[in-house]
């Protein structure tokens, strides 16, 4: 026999090694980043040949850094108040924007191996958990500054409804 609680102490281990992984690698991306940035402002680093890709070059070491900072951020708020309290408060398509930013410019800065694609890739899909977001809200008939948590208590209201 089960307990209700069971399915949630069983899973806060895993949830907290998860956590602490993604910092750990966050961090490696922060430094990463950083010392990319820092070698293209000491001019140290090969300088591409045309203005469009330097400003996009170091665009995407900054928009890296930033992202990499913000998930340290997010797991140190996270690990001490819990993501409803954390996430809470923010508008409903805002977590969608933060993942698909965080993601896209991970995979371009991984896969392509050119932070030239950073910008781009992190702005197309923003955009997209953007619109993702939006229609969510427009499903339910809310403005686009909905709440995470009212959206949450609509789909409670929803749920007891049907």
Known sequence: MKLPGMEVQAARPLLKTIGFVFGLFCLLMAYASGVRLYEHLLGGRSMPQHRVSLVLDIGGNVLLLGMSCLGVIAVLLIGRRGL???????????????????????????????????????????????????????????????????MSLIRKQNETSE
Do not use: E, N
Request: aromatic letters at 10%; charged letters at 10%.
């Open 84 to 150: 409803d309290r954390v996430v809470g408060t923010w508008p409903y398509v805002l977590p969608a924007v933060l993942v698909a930013v965080f993601c896209a410019t991970i995979a371009a800065t991984l896969g392509a191996r050119q932070m030239t694609w950073v910008l781009p890739a992190a702005s197309l899909f923003g955009l997209i958990g953007l619109w993702a977001g939006w229609s969510v809200l427009r499903q339910h008939g809310l403005p686009i500054t909905t709440r995470v948590s009212d």
